[in-house]
């Protein structure tokens, strides 16, 4: 059985930094692509990241370039979304998802495309 669980999120004063992990079991964690998406009240779930299953090859959100940085340790089955420079339009529910694509293409954004989901962490970000 597959599980995926984010961790890390939490309230913030803008300009701060919050680190959120995800860790996956169940799956062979290197053969699959990752990524972070977000949702807020009111609004439909984004993508923020993708990474590859190497770690090779990345792909960001235009909001969030520069400041984010996704990662992941295949010896940990660990994918990690290191934000900084946090603004309060960042507040949101974040999301870990895993798609059995190894590499993150240009349609990485698309929701359909990952197979497994996790329940999310909740990132506030006060102003």
């Known amino acids: 059985q597959v599980q995926v669980v984010e961790s890390g999120g939490g309230f913030v004063q803008a300009g701060g930094s919050l680190r959120l992990s995800c860790t996956a079991s169940g799956l062979t964690f290197h053969d699959y692509s990752m990524g972070w998406f977000r949702q807020a009240p009111g609004k439909e779930r984004e993508g923020v990241s993708c990474?590859?299953?190497?770690?090779?090859?990345?792909y960001y959100v235009d909001f969030v370039r520069g400041r984010f940085t996704i990662s992941r340790d295949n010896a940990k089955n660990t994918l990690y979304l290191q934000m900084n420079s946090l603004q309060p339009e960042d507040t949101a529910m974040y999301y870990c998802?895993?798609?059995?694509?190894?590499?993150?293409?240009?349609?990485?954004?698309?929701?359909?495309?990952?197979?497994?989901w996790g329940q999310g962490t909740q990132v506030t970000v006060s102003s």
């Open positions: 998802a895993a798609a059995s694509y190894g590499y993150c293409t240009a349609s990485w954004s698309r929701i359909l495309r990952y197979n497994y």
């Open positions: 990474v590859s299953g190497s770690g090779d090859n990345r």
